[in-house]
């Protein structure tokens, strides 16, 4: 994720229906994306957001009904943003499956040692804080997994297909697995600043594919 540029000069309300508007909305939501992915959503307040951009803070309402409004669309602007990741990754046809979701994994890794393991998953993160969110919020949390498991079940099956998982592998439960486990990796990994966690994660879950007949 690029860092987000400060928007100029202006102030108050803005022009309504103008590109400015609509550029303003999206450095709001990627400044929060940033932030939010990094300190969670207790620690971060909407003035902390603002002020990364350089927008008075009695502006916000003018781009947003509400704060669960604009989480909601932080919550969506990851989730685009990160199934062009899984995208990438699982529909490589350079690789074989499993191969591919190893890529996914180094990449990861690497995203995160850049950052000194300061960020993780934004929606992750936010899940871990379910007392502070609406019902619609922690609904768009779990579609987003849903949305995440499909693809990598997706990939599986292509496994499947060519051998390299056995015929009998329930892919949609070895995705949610994966993801399960993967994130609470991702959680350990920042509270230890290092990649240990992610590491020894890859590690039993090829070791756990293998065991069923998987050839990764």
Aim: charge should be positive; proline fraction near 2%.
């Amino acid at each position: 994720m690029n860092a987000v540029k400060k928007t100029k000069g202006r102030r108050g309300r803005p022009p309504l229906g103008s590109t400015y508007m609509d550029e303003t909305r999206k450095t709001i939501i990627w400044a929060g994306l940033e932030l939010l992915t990094e300190k969670g959503v207790t620690a971060t307040g909407i003035d902390q957001i603002l002020r990364k951009v350089g927008i008075p803070k009695g502006s916000f309402y003018h781009y947003f009904r509400s704060k669960d409004a604009f989480l909601k669309e932080v919550i969506v602007a990851y989730n685009e943003y990160f199934i062009r990741k899984l995208k990438k990754h699982f529909e490589d046809k350079r690789y074989k499956p499993l191969r591919r979701l190893l890529n996914f994994c180094e990449d990861a890794k690497a995203g995160m040692a850049k950052y000194e393991y300061k960020r993780g998953c934004l929606v992750g993160n936010m899940g871990q804080e379910t007392a502070s969110l609406n019902m619609s919020l922690r609904k768009s949390i779990e579609a987003t997994f849903i949305d995440w498991e499909r693809l990598l079940e997706t990939c599986l099956q292509e496994a499947v297909e060519i051998g390299e998982l056995s015929a009998g592998s329930d892919c949609a439960a070895v995705a949610s697995y994966f993801w399960i486990g993967w994130e609470g990796a991702v959680l350990r990994a920042k509270l230890s600043k290092n990649a240990d966690p992610l590491e020894l994660f890859i590690e039993q879950f090829i070791t756990n594919l293998k065991s069923k007949g998987a050839r990764a």
